[in-house]
Structures are given as structure tokens and as C-alpha cells.
């Protein structure tokens, strides 16, 4: 099995292109489904949960073809273009054997259960940052007139007719619910409104492409019964949608990761293709720890220079829906934090068990202590090579990132989880200067 061995990496300067978004291209994927006819994408990243994508949608009854091109000296290769051919009759059965392996496979029930009014797809299973129910999106289908059962490890949904529009309100602005509802309603008879709905830019990126195949999709805010300001967003469903085409956003979770090791290491660092605004609160973060960020987004420029000044201080981080700071770069913020002078608090507020890297930063000589879902970090730690393990992608990523700050040798072992989310993770660091060598 493959594993990076990282070395002590005085600063990353350099230039790197920021790839398409991991969590915007599942989506958009199976949202293809809704349409009859040829989906060309853009900018999709070249990750092992695409190509488990691509094998779900194949088993579905779609044809893709892929288009790619050698990078970093032929030693990779990006994906150019994909085209999704639909076909007008579907399977409607996503098994257990390639749902098990990606939970996002979840999101190819709305757009099978309204297109087929029948869909049968299997419970995604555990995960090691929580326990990640999936009620809200069988709660919201059901809103929309389908019948839902659990049965043998299945969610086994049927319809009668069209899904019927309704008003819902999301206990939590999920994402993969919110997502999953939309593409229900798109062609549902009559409106659907979804109170307290997740706008992260990946859900409002796959509405861009709902609208290009013809979709009615609006987004607004209330304020609730508490004096709370919330999302709303209202679809009025259509009989037919189209085959489009699109270019998928940048990613910001990796964007977000390259400008917290650029800090750690003390860089200089040109980040390209990035949407500075999906960064939501991380940049004024970076800028409060004493970092030079400038953010150059005139048209088809889109970048953002990070200059390190001096060691980072201790800040506390509470991770919160967008434009909150994203519990995807909880692990990163607390490795760098492990370089900070003084205490810091990292309270994680999504999910309940995201805590997984702690144990082997401290196996690095950090020192992190948990109190419910507040980590506690004492720093500047002066961290040490181990053998550490990736427990899943974001743990995976800040374990790298300590690496590039301890002495000697880290090797980070189980490192398919950070292929499942960081395209050519290794070359780009190498061509800052980071120390990082895949080895299996
Ligand atoms: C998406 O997961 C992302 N994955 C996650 O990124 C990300 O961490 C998460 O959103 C939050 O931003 C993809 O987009 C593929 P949620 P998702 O539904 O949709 C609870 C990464 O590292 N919940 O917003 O699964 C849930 O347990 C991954 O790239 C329910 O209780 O997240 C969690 O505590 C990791 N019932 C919270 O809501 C439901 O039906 C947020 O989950 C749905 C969710």
C-alpha cells in the first residue's frame, strides 16, 4: 500500500493551479441523470470518488468518455474534458458493493427516484468522522410524495406519478440533503421550498448547472421565529430538463490546505484558478495570524498570494456551515496550530467524531488535549518524524502538513484516503519544495 515519507521543509514558494472541486463534481455527476442526452464537464479533479462515480453512473446504464492530459512530466494525468451520455431508460439500483466504497453514491436517489419514480439505493455505511444519518434526505423525499422503506440495507423509494412540490424545513443545513432534495424537485409537479438549506458553493455550482439544463432554482434568505437569518431555496419543478455542459468550480478545501502549509512553512505562495470569496472566513483568519494575503479576482484571473511574515500565533477556530470556517480544514488549522506560541481551541461543530488525527499529531510530539468537541493545542511543539496513519482525507492532509514542519522523517501510511480528495497531492507540494515522496 502506498505511503508519502515527508521531510522538514523550510518554506513552500511557488505557483500551483488549484484543481476543480471534489465536492462540487459528485454532484454535478449524478445530476446528469436528470437529463436525457450528452453532459460534458470541465475541470473535473482526476480523484479516485470521481472514478467511483464514473463506475456508479456506468452501472446505471451511462456511457463516459474521458479526455486526459499528461502533467508534471507525464508523470500525471488530468482529466480534460468528460462526457456523460445518458441514456433514456435507467437502471435504478445502486448496489451495496459501490455504494459502501463512496457515501456521496447517496446522491444519485433524487434525480433516479424522480426521473424512474423508483429507485432503490444502499444505506451508505459508517464513516469515522461520525455517524452520518442520511434522515433528512429520506425525510425530504417523502415531503415530495415518494414512499420510503429501509429494507435488507437499502433505502427502497417509490413513486406513483411525478414527485409533488412541498415546503420542508432542514433541522441542519446538510449538504448532501439539501442537495439530494433539489435535484428531486427540479422536476416535481408544482414549488418546493427548503427552509434553513445548505448554500456552501458546491450546492449553489450544482444549481448553476440545473438551471443551465433548464431548471427553475432560486436562492434567498429569511429571518426564522428566533430572529435568525436562514437559507431558502425555492424550485418550481418542469417537465423536462436538458443535456448541458459546465466547468466545474475551483477547489476551496484544497486552496484552503496549500495556504495553511504556505503558513506553517513560513512560504511564498501564488495560488491559481481559486475563488478567493468560497473561502469564507479562512483568508481573514490567515491575515489575523500575521499572513501578507492579497486576492486578485479580476476576470479569468482569479488568484491569491500568501506571504508568510513570521511564526504563526495561537488562534482559536469554531468550524460553522459557509461562509463559516469549514470543518474540511479543522485538521490542517489545528496541525499548523501545533507550530503556534500559546494555547488555541478548535471546536468542531459539524461532526461529532472528527477528531481522528489527534492522536498521531501527538504521536509527533504535539500535544492536544479533547474536551467534548473542543481540542485544546499547546504550542510551538517541536514535532519529530514517525510513522503516523491517515484515518480519513482532511486527518490524512494535516498529517502531511506536520510533517512538513518536524524533524526527520514522517511516513504517512494509508494514504488512498488522501487520493480519494487531493489530485497529484505529492507533485504540487514537490513543486514548492516540499520533501514528499510517494513510496509503496
Ligand atoms: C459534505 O458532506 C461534504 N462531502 C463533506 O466533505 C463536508 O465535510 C460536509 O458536507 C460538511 O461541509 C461532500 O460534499 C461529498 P452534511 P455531507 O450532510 O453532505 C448531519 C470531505 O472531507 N446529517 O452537511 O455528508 C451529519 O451527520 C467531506 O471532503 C444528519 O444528521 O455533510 C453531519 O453531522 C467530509 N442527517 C452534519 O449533518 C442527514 O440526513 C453535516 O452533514 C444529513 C446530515
Known amino acids: 500500500m502506498d505511503y508519502f515519507k515527508v521531510q522538514k521543509t523550510v518554506a513552500l514558494n511557488g505557483t500551483i493551479n ?8 459528485l454532484p454535478l455527476l449524478f445530476s446528469s441523470l436528470l437529463a436525457e442526452g450528452k453532459h460534458s464537464f470541465s475541470n473535473i479533479p482526476n480523484l479516485e470518488d470521481v472514478h467511483l462515480s464514473f463506475k456508479l453512473l456506468r452501472y446505471l446504464g451511462c456511457e463516459i468518455e474521458i479526455n486526459t492530459k499528461p502533467v508534471f512530466d507525464q508523470k500525471a494525468e488530468s482529466l480534460n474534458s468528460v462526457t ?10 445502486a448496489p451495496y458493493e459501490l455504494v459502501r466504497k463512496m457515501r456521496a453514491s447517496i446522491l444519485c436517489l433524487g434525480p433516479l427516484l424522480t426521473r424512474c419514480y423508483q429507485a432503490k439505493v444502499s444505506l451508505p455505511g459508517g464513516c469515522a468522522i461520525g455517524l452520518r444519518p442520511v434522515d433528512y434526505h429520506i425525510e425530504g423525499l ?30 441542519f443545513p446538510s449538504v448532501g440533503a ?24 458546491e450546492v449553489l455550482d450544482l ?28 424550485i418550481n419543478g418542469v417537465e423536462k430538463l436538458k443535456a448541458a455542459s459546465h466547468k466545474v468550480i475551483p477547489d476551496r478545501i484544497e486552496a484552503g490546505t496549500f495556504l495553511i502549509a504556505g503558513a506553517m512553512t513560513g512560504g511564498d505562495l501564488y495560488l491559481h484558478n481559486v475563488q478567493a470569496c468560497h473561502l469564507g472566513g479562512v483568508l481573514e483568519k490567515l491575515k489575523q495570524l500575521g499572513c501578507t494575503v492579497e486576492v486578485d479576482n479580476t476576470k479569468g484571473k482569479d488568484s ?3 506571504h508568510a511574515n513570521k511564526p504563526v500565533v495561537a488562534m482559536d477556530i469554531k468550524t460553522e456551515v459557509y461562509p463559516g470556517f469549514p470543518t474540511d480544514l479543522q485538521a490542517q488549522w489545528m496541525a499548523m496550530m501545533t507550530q503556534a506560541k ?34 485544546i493545542i499547546s504550542g510551538p511543539c517541536l514535532l519529530k518524524g514517525a510513522s503516523v496513519m491517515a484515518t480519513d482525507l482532511r486527518a490524512g492532509s494535516s498529517l502531511v502538513l506536520a510533517g512538513l514542519v518536524a524533524s526527520g522523517e514522517t511516513q504517512v501510511h494509508r494514504i488512498y484516503h488522501l487520493d480519494r480528495g487531493y489530485e497529484f497531492l505529492d507533485h504540487k507540494l514537490s513543486s514548492l519544495g516540499a520533501l514528499i515522496k510517494r513510496c509503496s
Open 84 to 93: 456523460i451520455t445518458v441514456p433514456k431508460i435507467l437502471k435504478n439500483i
Open 304 to 306: 491569491i498570494y500568501l
Open 207 to 234: 444549481i448553476t448547472y440545473l438551471k443551465k439544463m433548464g431548471a427553475d432554482i432560486s436562492v434567498s434568505t429569511f429571518i426564522d421565529e428566533k430572529k435568525i437569518k436562514k437559507n431558502k431555496i425555492t
Open 342 to 375: 500559546g494555547k488555541s481551541l478548535v471546536e468542531e461543530s459539524i461532526f461529532e467524531n472528527r477528531f481522528m488525527h489527534i492522536p498521531e499529531l501527538n504521536r509527533l510530539g504535539a500535544s492536544i488535549k479533547v474536551n467534548k468537541s473542543t481540542a
Open 18 to 25: 488549484v484543481s476543480g472541486a471534489k465536492n462540487a463534481s
Open 178 to 201: 439539501t442537495e439530494n432534495i433539489i435535484m428531486a424537485a427540479v422536476l416535481a409537479e408544482g414549488s418546493t421550498c427548503i427552509n434553513n438549506a445548505s448554500v456552501e458553493p
Open 142 to 171: 417523502r415531503l415530495l410524495g415518494a414512499d420510503l422503506r429501509l429494507l435488507e440495507g437499502y433505502i427502497d423509494a417509490k413513486s406513483k406519478g411525478p414527485l409533488v412540490g412541498a415546503n420542508m424545513d432542514l433541522q
